[in-house]
């Protein structure tokens, strides 16, 4: 091969290249404007160990109040069940 036609096989391969390039860094672009939103997500989850376990625990304290106050409801709902039966049992009777 003559050194001009290797310098012309040499320039074509680097435009191809250059056009590769330039493709794959417009998709990254619109992927990064895509992206953005998670980065920040990201960005803001880096939290120390310190302020997770005080988050576990205010989570611990607010499901133990749900619990209690759901115990509360079932006695109650139990009370009005029972009061509904009576009501009913006496209707039958009469």
Request: charged share 40%.
């Amino acid at each position: 091969m003559s050194s001009s036609k290797l310098s012309a096989a040499i320039k074509q391969n680097q435009e191809e290249d250059y056009k590769e390039i330039e493709d794959i860094a417009g998709r990254s672009a619109q992927d990064k404007s895509k992206k953005k939103e998670s980065v920040r997500l990201r960005a803001q989850s880096n939290k120390s160990v310190g302020e997770l376990e005080m988050l576990v625990e205010s989570l611990k304290r607010v499901i133990e109040k749900l619990r209690t106050e759901c115990e509360a409801l079932r006695k109650e709902k139990e009370k009005s069940a029972g009061q509904s039966g009576k009501v009913a049992s006496e209707k039958a009777l009469r």
